[in-house]
């Protein structure tokens, strides 16, 4: 759906470069905001789940997917901070 829209925000020929420059980029900083939980949430929480089912027990991972999942505020603040103007 995001390159899509890029796509699409592209060959508009009725917006002003300026207009769809802006739009390209808060679409970039909105994909930005969806890969980023992903990433440090979804992906641990993924990671939990399927440790679970299969019984499987290994401190040292959990304790990996536990730092990503803290790690979360800290680059999200960042990546709110670098993509917004």
Same mark, same amino acid.
């Given at each position: 759906?995001?390159?899509?829209? &890029?796509?699409?925000?592209?060959?508009?020929?009725?917006?002003?470069?300026?207009?769809?420059?802006?739009?390209?980029?808060?679409?970039?900083?909105?994909?930005?905001?969806?890969?980023?939980?992903?990433?440090?949430? &979804?992906?641990?929480?993924?990671?939990?789940?399927?440790?679970?089912?299969?019984? &499987?027990?290994?401190?040292?991972?959990?304790?990996?997917?536990?730092?990503?999942?803290? &790690?979360?505020?800290?680059?999200?603040?960042?990546?709110?901070?670098?993509?917004?103007?």
């Amino acid at each position: 759906i995001i390159f899509h829209t &890029l796509y699409t925000i592209r060959q508009l020929k009725i917006m002003s470069d300026k207009t769809r420059g802006i739009h390209i980029r808060l679409t970039k900083a909105l994909m930005l905001q969806i890969v980023i939980p992903g990433v440090t949430l &979804l992906l641990p929480s993924l990671g939990f789940n399927i440790m679970y089912r299969m019984r &499987l027990d290994s401190p040292e991972l959990a304790r990996i997917m536990f730092q990503i999942m803290g &790690l979360h505020s800290i680059v999200h603040s960042i990546t709110i901070i670098l993509s917004t103007d």
